[in-house]
């Protein structure tokens, strides 16, 4: 048997405040995601093979159907609402519900790692997941067909923050809900399958049917795209009320403490 | 062998020690079923303290309770001083904690896991030092999910024992280990103690309470049964000791007058005597007297594994 000698560190690590301790754990969380192959698909692949295919069929002149702009802008600024969608509905809740089934979660809470300084440290993983997917997203559509630049970024920026809050509410109470990762993975795609396509991701407003319509309507996925293409390219046919995903963070983050409470007692 | 022995008896806790953990009438439900039925017990400082019992006797909710990983739905516990209900994070942070069925994730190495939990605490052990002492140096950048059952349980010991906490609880710790790999754990938990850490075990497991514990409690749907130390508790039960011998050609109505004896039985050449108290000595000089010593004059005392199962059987009736 060959022995590895590993340089230790000697030195006594400081007791780190909760704000350290939420970001030194998302920054560790951060690396075992980078181990997983997986994620990086589900997370980054998928989102950037689809909208670089949907972009390159419907083309680059502007178009009646995608409220007069051009089909890949209209694809490639949404999809950052899609890779959210993703973050939200697979990414977190599998990983929380992984967490929770296999004990890695108690074994946390049990050596002094509190309820705020974890769900802090969700929060700032999923701002970072959320932000790099979205920005490789951008990198990709912008690099293979162009982009113009945001007519609103104050705007732009509050919709990604509104999406960003209303998904990770969403992976939170969903994670806290579903008993095991499999069952996660499994109503996770259920999910984000109907909502990818009727919430912006997929056709056009103007070829759905009228009760496509009135499910995309109540779907915060196609607030947050509608938002997104509104404050982008200035104009959209998707809905667009910045209340609508703002008020599904607030009812998530409200169903995942109580989950997490009740579980807890 | 002689300076653990030593060391044993240093850190043995006595009755004038400092009260560490003090449970009164502890209740939980988990829906209509109530698991854990009024119980008290305390634990003293130094101690290495057992909670055994079978499978669902409620060990592993009271020591979840005394974490403050549970709410409790009646009763009292303070532990170090503390109330876990509403100082769950800061007691926390004092104690150690080695869980049942608890985990780490699968990718993450086992320096990245002592370096995260040492960050929480405010004087933690050196870490090199740790990892020489649980024998983590060489797994130093391997990930928990190919760590093998023995060196998982090397490495939640360690994580328990970095913040030097005074009070470490471990909750079956040796499960589904093989039997070599269940003696080295026995040795760890034995040195933890003799740093001078108190250790409630939690365990299903009647001879490793036996072996390890200086006191237990042993409980059962819910409720504690038996309180003492291991031989305490077999006594205390009224176990009766059965002195055996071969002599073909002794006449039995010579014992019955011993003190203690309650019964003297022959088995073709074999002699049961069955009473309690100092038998075997009775016995023995009264067959010296009869100028009859035997060659195999044993006695047959009950167990703490006995008086378990009588514990249980009784309790269930």
């Known amino acids: 048997m060959t022995a590895v000698t590993v340089p230790l560190p000697d030195a006594r690590p400081t007791p780190a405040a909760p704000a350290r301790t939420a970001i030194r754990l998302a920054a560790l969380e951060l690396r075992l995601l980078a181990r997983e192959p997986a994620v990086a698909v589900s997370l980054v692949g998928f989102p950037a093979i689809t909208v670089l295919v949907l972009a390159g069929v419907f083309g680059e002149t502007p178009d009646p159907d995608f409220a007069g702009v051009a089909p890949s802008d209209h694809y490639i600024v949404g999809y950052v609402g899609v890779v959210l969608a993703a973050l939200g509905l697979i990414t977190i809740p599998v990983r929380l519900a992984t967490y929770r089934e296999l004990g890695v979660t108690r074994r946390f809470r049990a050596s002094g790692l509190s309820g705020p300084v974890m769900i802090a440290s969700e929060i700032i993983l999923g701002a970072v997941l959320g932000t790099v997917s979205a920005a490789l997203v951008l990198a990709a559509g912008a690099a293979a067909y162009g982009l113009s630049l945001p007519k609103d970024p104050i705007g732009v920026l509050a919709w990604y923050l509104a999406g960003l809050a209303c998904f990770i509410a969403i992976g939170g109470a969903l994670g806290s809900l579903l008993p095991t990762g499999r069952a996660a993975s499994a109503i996770g795609n259920l999910l984000f399958v109907p909502m990818f396509l009727l919430g912006g991701g997929g056709p056009p407003r103007d070829v759905m049917t009228s009760t496509m319509e009135s499910l995309s309507d109540v779907l915060p996925l196609s607030h947050l795209i509608g938002g997104l293409r509104q404050a982008w390219l200035g104009t959209t046919d998707d809905p667009h009320a910045l209340w609508w995903p703002v008020l599904v963070a607030i009812v998530a983050l409200l169903a995942a403490l109580h989950t997490a409470r009740r579980r807890a007692g | ?317």
């Open chain 2, 1 to 317: 062998m002689r300076s653990t022995t030593r060391a044993h008896a240093l850190c043995r806790p006595d009755s004038r020690a400092r009260t560490v953990v003090e449970v009164q009438g502890l209740e939980k439900h988990y829906g209509p079923s109530q698991v854990v039925r009024g119980i008290s017990f305390s634990v003293r400082e130094g101690e290495l303290f057992g909670l055994l019992g079978s499978n669902g006797a409620g060990k592993t909710t009271t020591v979840e309770i005394l974490q403050g990983l549970r709410q409790a739905d009646g009763g009292s516990v303070a532990v170090l001083g503390l109330n876990p209900r509403v100082a769950g994070d800061r007691l926390r942070r004092v104690i150690g904690a080695q869980l049942q069925d608890a985990s780490l994730p699968e990718r993450m190495r086992v320096g990245e896991a002592l370096r995260l939990f040492a960050s929480l605490h405010p004087s933690p052990r050196r870490l090199d030092e740790l990892a020489d002492e649980w024998q983590l140096a060489d797994l130093w950048r391997r990930p928990f999910g190919a760590l093998s059952g023995g060196e998982r349980q090397r490495l939640f010991v360690a994580l328990a024992l970095v913040g030097r906490p005074e009070l470490v609880f471990l909750d079956e710790l040796t499960q589904s280990l093989d039997p070599l790999s269940r003696r080295r754990t026995w040795d760890v938990v034995r040195r933890v103690r003799d740093t001078g850490t108190t250790v409630v075990l939690v365990t299903h497991d009647v001879e490793e309470a036996e072996r390890l514990c200086d006191r237990i409690v042993v409980m059962h749907e819910g409720r504690v049964v038996a309180d003492g130390t291991p031989p305490a508790i077999v006594s205390a039960l009224g176990g009766a000791t059965t002195v055996s011998f071969t002599d073909p050609d002794l006449d039995i109505r010579r014992l019955p007058d011993l003190p203690g004896v309650d019964s003297v039985t022959r088995r073709g050449t074999r002699v049961d005597v069955v009473g309690t108290g100092p038998i075997l000595a009775h016995v023995g000089a009264r067959l010296v007297d009869l100028d009859r010593p035997p060659l195999d004059l044993r006695a047959h005392q009950p167990t703490l594994e006995d008086r378990f199962v009588d514990l249980v059987k009784e309790t269930s009736r």
